[in-house]
DNA sequence: GAGAGTACGCACTTTTAAGTAAGGTACCCA
DNA sequence: TGGGTACCTTACTTAAAAGTGCGTACTCTC
């Protein structure tokens, strides 16, 4: 079996420790992170909506990553100044892109799960 | 633009707390693991060789991270008997399904990384 | 024979992410 | 008057991730 390819940025197989997209990486990569963003591929979506999926996350947390994934242009926040409050939350463009990437790693992870934590199995 | 595809897995859209995904969800979005297992993609390599690449990482953390991936049964460890020691590490099967979807992830996050972080840009 | 390379394990400390708990607003309903 | 809802913020605490430094056993080079 052979190496799936390596995109030209990283063709030398080293990555840059200083570089910015270790820190994008750990926003997105971060336990809640990965769960909003799917999420949100799915479409508009309201700050308690947003709560009862991704099941377990505390309000602070809920805020906190809603709030870094703003600041790095991934996810748009449309407050109404309606009583009682509603705030929308959807991806942008470049959120969307990155969220067509998450959806098959969180679906692979899913059904692969079971296995890997149960699972007696042999590694071949 | 509309949604992408969830798994039938969830559905419901509901990501479910106690669930061993989250769990193997945490190993491979850590912070080394991706990179690591990103490395590995390009076919076997030796310890000291993923110490360069995975540039900054201490030996206790790949060491560590490299036991993880090998209990999840992603990673493959082969210690040669010889002197100097060596020792090769490679994916399994699974772990080469795992690292498709994520050299995707990490090409996108390399290219986007600048606009992310430098950028005063819009999100339209 | 002094020093460097290889692949770690172990104990300790620091840093960071995450959790807990409480409060605040501005209304609406009973 | 007193909840209840929706969307947060702040302060404090804990748990987990990551870093630091040292030791090992052997061998090959200078």
Redesign the pocket.
Known sequence: MKAAPLPPALADGVFPAGCPSRTVL?HVT???GVLLLVALSEGEQ???DLRRRAE??????L?Q?L?TLERDGLVR?N?RPV?????DYSLTDRGYELSALLVPLVAWTFENAGDIIGGAEKAK
Chains 1, 2 share one sequence.
């Open positions: 750990d971060s336990k809640w309201r700050w308690s377990g996350i505390s309000e602070k947390m805020a990553t709030k926040r407050a009583i009682p409050p509603r705030v």
